[in-house]
């Protein structure tokens, strides 16, 4: 079964950057798309912060549009979200997410805690 898994968080200052990675077990093109998620502390549901498609088209949220951005390396299986002039309110649990080609099943990484302090 095809697997996900986020790295890269961590505690930055306001202003600071991260790069996360989510690195799949089988091939980045099993999926139709795979896209990063955010849960804040206390947050009900997860807010969908970056998408890549298969074909390559890319959404972002309003709220990290310009700061963020969202890339894959084939090579390697990986999708990356890089984060720059980060706000406390990013703060959150991330997840990688992957909709799985053709049938639409997903997968879910297990979450990677990013924290920016004032």
């Known amino acids: 079964q095809v697997q996900l898994k986020e790295s890269g968080g961590g505690l930055v200052q306001a202003g600071g950057s991260l790069r996360l990675s989510c690195a799949a077990s089988?091939?980045?093109?099993?999926?139709?798309?795979v896209a990063w998620y955010r849960q804040t502390p206390g947050g009900e549901e997860r807010e969908l912060v970056a998408?890549?498609?298969?074909?390559?088209?890319?959404n972002y949220a309003d709220s990290v549009m310009g700061r963020f951005s969202i890339t894959r390396d084939n090579g390697k299986n990986t999708v990356y979200l890089q984060m720059n002039n980060l706000k406390p309110e990013d703060t959150a649990v991330y997840y990688c997410?992957?909709?799985?080609?053709?049938?639409?099943?997903?997968?879910w990484g297990q979450g990677t805690q990013v924290t920016v302090s004032s």
């Open positions: 998408r890549i498609f298969s074909g390559g088209a890319i």
């Open positions: 089988e091939s980045i093109f099993s999926f139709t798309y």
């Open positions: 997410k992957g909709e799985l080609y053709p049938l639409g099943s997903q997968r």
